[in-house]
């Protein structure tokens, strides 16, 4: 069996008028992440966590923000993108081990539809995506809540 890990990290810095976006959710909170998409910081720490593991470089690589196209664009699509470069490779989701790091807004309530909206876009069961919400004790430019960062650990396998 050949599998292999992959390791992401994602970081963006709150911006007013703009929606918050976090797995594909709109989350309700008085600002929203800077950014060239949608700057959903989970979905990018996935990405970089597949692409890294199926050797691919990063979310930056594959979906530069100097493509003007990509402009605003909706982060499930770049993580439905990465899905199908994976599949390219003959490899699939195992699983998914996410964390988000924010003192506000509080995520609990809301990573069971991320949970549920991010195994959609992958088709996978959503048993396999965990996501876990934690903050950084007042510490760094989290505590001080000027951004929102997110990292993720993934488990990938050869269909073939």
Same mark, same amino acid.
């Given at each position: 069996m050949n599998i292999r890990v992959g390791f992401g990290y994602d970081v963006h810095a709150f911006a007013n008028d703009r929606e918050l976006w976090l797995g594909g959710v $709109? %989350?309700?909170y008085e600002k929203g992440l800077m950014g060239h998409s949608d700057a959903d910081v989970l979905i990018h720490a996935i990405c970089d966590a597949l692409?890294?593991?199926?050797?691919?470089?990063?979310i930056g690589y594959q979906f530069p923000d100097t493509d003007?196209?990509? #402009?605003?664009?909706?982060s499930k699509i770049l993580l439905c993108k990465t899905i199908e470069l994976? #599949?390219? #490779? $003959?490899y699939e989701v195992g699983n998914i081990?996410? /964390?988000?790091c924010a003192e506000k807004p509080k995520l609990s309530l809301h990573i069971p539809l991320m949970q549920k909206v991010l195994a959609e %876009?992958?088709?996978v069961d959503a048993d396999v995506i965990s996501i876990k919400a934690t903050t950084t004790e007042k510490?760094?430019? /989290? &505590?001080r #809540?000027? &951004?929102i960062s997110a990292y993720a650990t993934v488990l990938i396998s050869k269909t073939k």
């Open positions: $709109a %989350v309700p692409l890294g593991a199926a050797n691919m470089r990063d003007s196209d990509l #402009k605003d664009i909706d994976l #599949k390219d #490779k $003959a081990d996410a /964390t988000i %876009v992958m088709q510490l760094g430019f /989290t &505590g #809540k000027e &951004g």
